[in-house]
């Protein structure tokens, strides 16, 4: 497996233009998560999906960024109008249902994006 | 709420030296404890999971639910032990990682 797949792995855009960050899960997992990773405040959980039905979006700082699961090989995360504080690296991770060795998250190489 | 301190941003010690990265967590039920490290501008991998209580690349990490710690801990640090660590928890039905801030750690030569 070729684990979680994030494209791309670099953004630089203007502020006010849209972007779309992808990812591609690994096979079988039931959950998909979108994290945000700045330097002042961490990793931050944007929202998460569970069988591709979103299920807490709490962490979505504004109406700006929207995300998608249209099935379960694929994900987006969109800003639009993107601004420069949007700049960070985006994550994307997957994990299995239930316990047990395979219990666990995995995650992508990032997408670090620069809204200049 | 769930919630993970870690309070040091930054932590240099020298090569040969014992190491400890210090995570504090506030959870009312039993959760469970990880240890993520992130190379340099890499993916975050996990190192440690406090069920399976066993050593990584030398790394240990006990759960102390009495004073609601899991420190990371390595006796002898190797520079390639530089990177940034994540202490992160998961419990309940919430199904999501909650993680601290992170402690970027340098092993100095």
Known sequence: ?116 | AQRVTQPEKLLSVFKGAPVELKCNYSYSGSPELFWYVQYSRQRLQLLLRHISRESIKGFTADLNKGETSFHLKKPFAQEEDSAMYYCALTGGSARQLTFGSGTQLTVLP
Not at chain 1, 43 to 49: A, C, K, S
Not at chain 1, 50 to 73: L, Q, T
């Open chain 1, 1 to 116: 497996d070729a684990g979680v797949i994030q494209s791309p792995r670099h953004e630089v855009t203007e502020m006010g233009q849209e972007v779309t960050l992808r990812c591609k899960p690994i096979s079988g997992h039931d959950y998909l998560f979108w994290y945000r990773q700045t330097m002042m405040r961490g990793l931050e959980l944007l929202i998460y999906f569970n069988n591709n039905v979103p299920i807490d979006d709490s962490g979505m700082p504004e109406d700006r960024f929207s995300a998608k699961m249209p099935n379960a090989s694929f994900s987006t995360l969109k800003i639009q109008p993107s601004e420069p504080r949007d700049s960070a690296v985006y994550f994307c991770a997957s994990r299995p249902h239930g316990q047990g060795k395979s219990y666990g998250y995995t995650f992508g190489s990032g997408t670090r994006l620069t809204v200049v």
